[in-house]
């Protein structure tokens, strides 16, 4: 059976405080490891995908890197906006493509 | 705009009374699913369907009918709706499936329903 992990399940942080969120994850045959941001009462919103270990990815203050076995989710210098949930997910390969999500961290980022 | 669309927003219903929730996605995706989310245990998948006329099972299936007759509808069925039922549900839909690459998945506003 599939499995994401993620931690912390929360993190509250200062403006300015970089961190990281991680995602470890058993995924059959992994064809593609997603990370997203829900906003409170929201639809997720992709952020980024990542194909095999060693790529990285960014998008303004976020980074999204990958290993064979976890993904990590590196924040640098986090403003209030940044606060969210994070969701990680792996998608399996072969014929399934089935979608397994974390529970997500909720990410909260004081002035 | 792109987007995919849930009806209804917000349901409060009773036990054993049949609904359906809507979704349509005006973007032309081939895949479509969709998840419900409970506190403490996340996003969950109930059913996808990776083409007109093709689903499968995720990990959540009971209790959940779907149909896809067209390539941007995909409605979810509560033939008859329990109390375990009630949750925030999401449909999303992706652009394609490919053999190697993954597409990511654009989300609904999602549906709280109630099952009383």
């Known amino acids: 059976e599939d499995q994401v992990t993620q931690s912390p399940e929360a993190l509250r942080l200062q403006e300015g405080e970089s961190s990281s969120l991680n995602c470890s994850y058993t995924?059959?045959?992994?064809?593609?490891l997603f990370w997203y941001r829900q906003d409170p009462g929201k639809g997720p919103e992709f952020l980024f995908t990542?194909?095999?270990a060693g790529e990285e990815k960014e998008k303004e203050r976020l980074k999204a890197t990958l290993t064979k076995k976890e993904s990590f989710l590196h924040i640098t210098a986090p403003k209030p906006e940044d606060s969210a949930t994070y969701l990680c997910a792996g998608e399996s390969g072969g014929s399934n493509y089935k979608l397994t999500f974390g529970k997500g961290t909720l990410l909260t980022v004081n002035p | 705009e792109a987007q995919v669309t849930q009806n209804p927003r917000y349901l409060i219903t009773v036990t054993g009374k049949k609904l359906t929730v809507t979704c349509s996605q005006n973007m032309n995706h081939e895949y479509m699913s969709w998840y419900r989310q409970d506190p403490g245990l996340g996003l969950r998948q109930i059913y996808y369907s990776m083409n007109v006329e093709v689903t499968d099972k995720g990990d959540v299936p009971e209790g959940y009918k779907v149909s896809r007759k067209e390539k941007r509808n995909f409605p979810l069925i509560l033939e008859s709706p329990s109390p375990n039922q009630t949750s925030l549900y999401f449909c999303?839909?992706?652009?394609?499936?490919?053999?190697?690459?993954?597409?990511?998945?654009?989300f609904g506003p999602g549906t709280r329903l109630t099952v009383t």
């Open positions: 999303a839909s992706s652009p394609s499936l490919g053999d190697r690459y993954s597409y990511e998945q654009y």
């Open positions: 990542l194909y095999s």
């Open positions: 995924v059959s045959g992994l064809r593609g």
